[in-house]
C-alpha cells in the first residue's frame, strides 16, 4: 500500500507537490473568508481578559501549530523535488514575508504618530528593531553551533531547531496581538492568513533531522515539536493584545518587524549558499507571486470584500 501511494505521488509534477499544500491551505482560507463575510467581523467586540485570551489561543494555534505540522506531513514529498522547487518554495514564503514585514512598519510607525513625541517613538521603534534583529541572529548562530556538534543526534537537532523558529513565532504572534488590540481585524487577518502561509514551509526544516534517522522517534516528539515552533504565536499574542499604549503598541510591532527581517536575511542567505544567486528567474516570479498573493489578500479581499 505504502509503495502504491509513494508511486503515486511520484507521478505527480512537481510544481504540484511544491506548492500542493499552499493550494489546499488557499482553499481552506477561502472558506473561512467566505463564512465571514457573512459576519460583521469589523464589528466583532471582544471582552475581558479571559476571551480575549482564549481568542489569541485560537488565532494562535491556527497560524502557529497547525500550519507547521502541514509542513512537518508535507516533510517526505518536498525531499524528493529538485533544489530549484524547494527554493522557489521559500521565495514564495519570502514575498508574503516582505509584504507583512512593511504592514509591521507602518504600523509601527502609526503607533509612534499617536505620542505627544513622534520622533521619540521613531527612534525607540528603530532601536527595537534593530536590537530584535541583533538578538535574534545571535540566537539563531548559538542554535546552529549546537545542532552543528548534535550532528547525528536527529531529534536532539530537531527540538534546536524547534526552539529557534518558536523564538520567531513569538514576534508573529506579537502583530497580531497588537493588531488586535488596536480593533485593526484587517490586519488581524492579513497577519493571520500571512503567517499560516509561512510556517507551512517550517515545517520540514523541523524534522529534517529526523528524517535521517533510522527509527521513527514517538509520536509524542513530534507533537511537541509543533508545539515548541509554532506555540510562540499564542504566547506572543496573549502579550501583544495588551498594548493599548501607543508607545508599547510601537514597540511590539518593532519587535515584530525585526524577527521577520531576521527570518529573511537567514532565508536569502540558505538560498544564496545552496543556488548560489537571488536572481534566477523563477526565483524572483516565486517572490513577486508571494507579494501578489499577499497584497490581493489585503487589498481585495480583506478591504474590499470583507470591508474592515
Avoid at 510601537?250 to 518587524?257: L, P, R
Amino acid at each position: 500500500m505504502a509503495t502504491e501511494t509513494a508511486k503515486r505521488t511520484d507521478d505527480l509534477p512537481d510544481w504540484l507537490l511544491a506548492f500542493g499544500p499552499f493550494v489546499v491551505i488557499g482553499i481552506m482560507i477561502g472558506f473561512a473568508l467566505l463564512a465571514m463575510s457573512v459576519v460583521e467581523v469589523d464589528g466583532i467586540t471582544v471582552d475581558g481578559t479571559v476571551e480575549i485570551l482564549a481568542v489569541m489561543t485560537v488565532i494562535g494555534f491556527i497560524a502557529g501549530i497547525l500550519p507547521v505540522a502541514v509542513g512537518m506531513l508535507w516533510f517526505p514529498y518536498i525531499r524528493r523535488l529538485a533544489d530549484r522547487w524547494v527554493h522557489a518554495v521559500l521565495a514564495f514564503s519570502a514575498g508574503v514575508l516582505a509584504f507583512i514585514a512593511f504592514e509591521m512598519a507602518e504600523g509601527a510607525a502609526g503607533f509612534s504618530g499617536e505620542m505627544s513625541s513622534p520622533s521619540v517613538g521613531f527612534g525607540v521603534a528603530a532601536v527595537v528593531a534593530t536590537l530584535t534583529v541583533v538578538v535574534m541572529e545571535a540566537a539563531s548562530r548559538w542554535r546552529k553551533q549546537k545542532a552543528s556538534a548534535a550532528y547525528g543526534e536527529g531529534l536532539l537537532v530537531a527540538y534546536l531547531v524547534a526552539v529557534g523558529l518558536g523564538l520567531h513565532s513569538v514576534g508573529e504572534g506579537l502583530a497580531i496581538g497588537t493588531a488586535f488590540a488596536a480593533d485593526d481585524m484587517g490586519l488581524v487577518i492579513l497577519f493571520t492568513v500571512g503567517f499560516i502561509i509561512h510556517n507551512v514551509t517550517e515545517g520540514p526544516a523541523v524534522i529534517a533531522a529526523v528524517a535521517r534517522e533510522r527509527e521513527t522517534p514517538p509520536l509524542k516528539h513530534f507533537a511537541a515539536l509543533g508545539v515548541l515552533a509554532g506555540g510562540g504565536v499564542i504566547i506572543g499574542g496573549w502579550i501583544g493584545s495588551f498594548a493599548t499604549d501607543p508607545l508599547v503598541g510601537a514597540i511590539f510591532f518593532a519587535i515584530a518587524f525585526g524577527a521577520i527581517v531576521q527570518v529573511l536575511w537567514e532565508m536569502v542567505g540558505l538560498v544564496k549558499r545552496d543556488a548560489g544567486t537571488l536572481y534566477s528567474r523563477h526565483l524572483v516570479v516565486a517572490f513577486l507571486v508571494g507579494a501578489i498573493v499577499i497584497f490581493f489578500l489585503e487589498e481585495v479581499v480583506v478591504e474590499g470584500w470583507l470591508g474592515v
